[in-house]
């Protein structure tokens, strides 16, 4: 029996270790999970996800649209040349955009993370936030504010391309519905000269009747249409995504603002207590001599 005591104890001693360990580990899991910001990590996903529909599907979107117009409505090169150039420089604006927001999501998900800790040590008074750091914030604040009002023109615009697929789609849905008694089919037309996509002379520059009901049916007009619609929405998640951004970066900014506020409140505090207590010392001495 007195052998295996020390076994017993070794064992309760060693639970004692697993269990301090467990609990260190968990802490330790509680403390790094505190300190993601997960309202930048929700804006940050939803910018990655909004830019990604938008870049992807509006790049092959074009590529769609500018072969339907070649091989439908503009079969000479030269009457649709400015429109190939416009549809290039898109696209390549559109690999700026994607390259653009992949970085600056990144540096506004490092923002959140610094000042979220940033914040809960300058209210624990583990140490202050600089001058330098607060006009960060700000500058992120004023630059995303700038962002937001271009996607808000992006968003726009990508809805005008809905606009004309779904005329078109509309229109060719009519003459395929059997209550819509078209006698003559031919007179039904989608002239895109109209829109300012292609000059006047361009030829033949219009669809009419079955020919306007085989272009619906075609691969291009369909992926197309969708695409738009897609892209149209990603610009959307990526507008609210900026305006997620904002108002996150403007409570963090408040935060610090005020944090740094308090801090100057309690060093004047302490400094006006530490007069006071000297104040308070010299005349109990003066007294006594």
Known sequence: MDGTKPVMESTTEENQEEREESKGCFECCIKCLGGVPYASLVAT??????????CGCGHVALTGTLTMLENHFSQITTDHATLTIVIQTMQYVIYGIASFFFVYGIILLAEGF???????????SQFKTTVCGRCITATFVFLTYILGLAFLGIFGFSAIPVFLFYNMWTTCAAMKSPMANITDPDTICVDVRQYGIIPWNATPGKACGSTLGDICSTSEFYLSFHLYIVACAGAGA????????????SANWAYLRSACNQNEYQDIKTKDDDVEEGGSKEGLNSSYS
């Not at 996903?45 to 938008?54: D, Y």
């Not at 990526?238 to 970066?249: D, F, G, Q």
């Open 45 to 54: 996903i939803l910018c990655f996800s909004g830019v990604a529909l938008f």
């Open 114 to 124: 610094y000042t979220t800790s940033a914040v809960k040590k300058e209210l624990q």
């Open 238 to 249: 990526t507008l609210i995504a900026l305006i997620h951004y904002l108002m996150i970066l």
